[in-house]
Protein backbone atom coordinates (compact mmCIF):
# COMPACT_ATOMS: atom_id res chain seq x y z
CA UNK A 1 0.00 0.00 0.00
CA UNK A 2 1.11 3.48 -1.02
CA UNK A 3 0.16 6.49 1.53
CA UNK A 4 0.44 10.25 -0.09
CA UNK A 5 1.01 12.79 2.10
CA UNK A 6 0.34 16.65 0.55
CA UNK A 7 2.05 19.56 2.39
CA UNK A 8 2.04 23.59 1.66
CA UNK A 9 -1.53 24.78 1.58
CA UNK A 10 -2.63 28.00 2.81
CA UNK A 11 -4.00 31.18 2.73
CA UNK A 12 -2.70 33.59 0.43
CA UNK A 13 -3.62 37.10 -0.93
CA UNK A 14 -4.13 37.27 -4.82
CA UNK A 15 -0.66 37.72 -6.34
CA UNK A 16 1.13 35.60 -4.00
CA UNK A 17 2.82 32.52 -4.02
CA UNK A 18 2.50 29.00 -2.97
CA UNK A 19 4.24 25.66 -3.20
CA UNK A 20 2.15 22.39 -2.57
CA UNK A 21 4.71 19.28 -1.57
CA UNK A 22 3.37 15.49 -1.64
CA UNK A 23 5.27 12.40 -0.83
CA UNK A 24 4.66 8.56 -0.84
CA UNK A 25 5.78 6.64 1.37
CA UNK A 26 4.84 2.64 2.02
CA UNK A 27 5.28 -0.14 -0.31
CA UNK A 28 7.97 0.56 -2.73
CA UNK A 29 6.44 1.27 -6.09
CA UNK A 30 7.74 2.17 -9.36
CA UNK A 31 5.68 5.74 -9.80
CA UNK A 32 4.83 6.62 -13.57
CA UNK A 33 2.26 9.40 -13.55
CA UNK A 34 2.24 12.13 -11.09
CA UNK A 35 -0.50 14.76 -10.94
CA UNK A 36 -1.53 17.39 -8.93
CA UNK A 37 -5.60 18.10 -9.41
CA UNK A 38 -7.64 20.41 -7.75
CA UNK A 39 -11.12 20.52 -6.77
CA UNK A 40 -13.34 23.62 -5.55
CA UNK A 41 -17.12 23.32 -4.09
CA UNK A 42 -19.91 22.34 -6.38
CA UNK A 43 -17.33 21.75 -9.21
CA UNK A 44 -15.86 18.87 -10.76
CA UNK A 45 -11.88 17.66 -10.01
CA UNK A 46 -9.91 18.87 -12.64
CA UNK A 47 -6.43 18.07 -13.74
CA UNK A 48 -4.06 20.87 -12.80
CA UNK A 49 -0.85 19.60 -14.11
CA UNK A 50 1.42 16.27 -14.18
CA UNK A 51 4.67 15.04 -14.69
CA UNK A 52 6.18 11.80 -15.94
CA UNK A 53 9.46 10.09 -15.52
CA UNK A 54 11.08 11.65 -18.02
CA UNK A 55 10.04 15.35 -16.86
CA UNK A 56 7.49 15.95 -19.68
CA UNK A 57 4.85 18.28 -17.83
CA UNK A 58 1.36 18.99 -18.95
CA UNK A 59 -0.63 21.81 -17.49
CA UNK A 60 -4.38 23.13 -17.68
CA UNK A 61 -4.91 26.09 -19.91
CA UNK A 62 -5.83 28.37 -16.44
CA UNK A 63 -2.41 27.40 -14.95
CA UNK A 64 -0.34 28.11 -17.82
CA UNK A 65 2.63 30.30 -16.90
CA UNK A 66 2.44 30.68 -13.57
CA UNK A 67 2.36 27.21 -11.98
CA UNK A 68 5.04 24.97 -12.15
CA UNK A 69 5.28 20.90 -11.31
CA UNK A 70 8.30 19.37 -10.56
CA UNK A 71 9.44 15.59 -9.08
CA UNK A 72 12.21 14.09 -7.26
CA UNK A 73 11.83 10.37 -8.83
CA UNK A 74 14.58 9.14 -6.41
CA UNK A 75 12.53 9.86 -3.40
CA UNK A 76 9.13 9.56 -5.31
CA UNK A 77 7.81 13.44 -4.13
CA UNK A 78 5.68 15.55 -6.52
CA UNK A 79 6.15 19.38 -6.22
CA UNK A 80 3.73 22.25 -7.53
CA UNK A 81 5.25 25.96 -7.19
CA UNK A 82 2.40 28.02 -7.58
CA UNK A 83 2.85 32.12 -8.69
CA UNK A 84 0.63 34.95 -9.46
CA UNK A 85 -2.32 33.09 -7.04
CA UNK A 86 -6.04 34.18 -7.81
CA UNK A 87 -9.48 33.97 -6.57
CA UNK A 88 -10.08 31.12 -8.80
CA UNK A 89 -7.69 29.54 -7.52
CA UNK A 90 -8.94 28.40 -4.70
CA UNK A 91 -9.93 25.02 -3.41
CA UNK A 92 -8.59 21.37 -2.30
CA UNK A 93 -5.29 20.77 -4.06
CA UNK A 94 -4.82 16.63 -4.24
CA UNK A 95 -1.83 15.16 -5.73
CA UNK A 96 -1.69 11.64 -7.69
CA UNK A 97 0.71 8.94 -8.17
CA UNK A 98 0.60 5.76 -10.71
CA UNK A 99 2.34 3.23 -10.23
CA UNK A 100 3.21 0.80 -12.92
CA UNK A 101 3.92 -2.52 -10.72
CA UNK A 102 0.22 -2.92 -9.26
CA UNK A 103 -1.60 -0.77 -12.17
CA UNK A 104 -3.08 1.32 -9.07
CA UNK A 105 -3.49 5.05 -9.19
CA UNK A 106 -3.20 6.48 -5.11
CA UNK A 107 -4.61 10.04 -4.24
CA UNK A 108 -3.25 11.94 -0.81
CA UNK A 109 -6.16 13.67 0.94
CA UNK A 110 -5.80 17.04 -0.26
CA UNK A 111 -4.68 19.91 1.39
CA UNK A 112 -6.48 23.32 1.27
CA UNK A 113 -5.33 26.51 -0.72
CA UNK A 114 -6.89 29.93 -0.52
CA UNK A 115 -6.63 33.03 -2.27
CA UNK A 116 -7.92 35.79 -0.98
CA UNK A 117 -8.79 38.84 -3.21
Known amino acids: QVQLVESGGGLVQAGGSLRLSCAASGSVCRINHMAWYRQAPGTQRELVASIITDGTTNYADSVKGRFTISRDNAKNTVSLQMNSLKPEDTAVYLC???????????WGQGTQVTVSS
Open 96 to 106: TMFCTGNLRRY
